[in-house]
């Protein structure tokens, strides 16, 4: 009886029922903003936000899709490929209903990327530390399993995996495939 009345009270005050939830924490990552030297690395930003996506997805993360993401953006009227302000940001998480909110940057060469992230809790709109990956694009799959590891270990999220149960999680298509694959995606009419 007690339920009932607490489900009715909810019901009425238009709040969603505890037991219907997802439980699973609710991530939207952004592409990166890009500030490589080659216009050839110009998927990368992106990639790497797929990646993250992919990665973190299934591991106790309901990681938003990229369409999803996209969809988002176009319903706030926001330009799909653009770098977003955080403001931006924050607004499409709400609508996502999205925990946490990962963006970042990269910069360097081909021989030496540098990846910088961070994440927002957007219940408490506080940013954790940063986190940082470096290295050559050949090495780009393990900077991206390293990254989705370290976001997912610094935020209380890795729910038992160990870290060499996560590496299996690294993406295994070659960066060539990988970069036309992207840049499909980035040349695709939204």
Known sequence: MRFASAAILMWALNLPLPALQDAR?????????????????????????LSLSEQLSGVGIDAIPRE???????????????????????????IARADYIVFGSVSGSESSLKVDLAVLDTRTLKTGGRITGNGSLAALPQIE???????????????????EQFRLRARTMPNSAYARHVAGLL????
């Open 187 to 190: 040349n695709k009419k939204e």
């Open 145 to 163: 399993n390293d990254l989705a590891w370290l976001i997912l270990s610094n935020n209380g999220l890795s729910g038992g995996l160990s870290r």
């Open 68 to 94: 999803e993401r996209l969809s988002l953006a176009q319903e706030s009227n926001l330009p799909a490929n653009q770098p977003f302000s955080r403001a931006s940001m924050l607004h499409i998480a709400e």
């Open 25 to 49: 924490p609710r991530m939207i990552v952004f592409p990166l903003e890009n500030g490589l030297e080659s216009g050839s690395l110009s998927w990368v930003g992106e990639g790497i936000a």
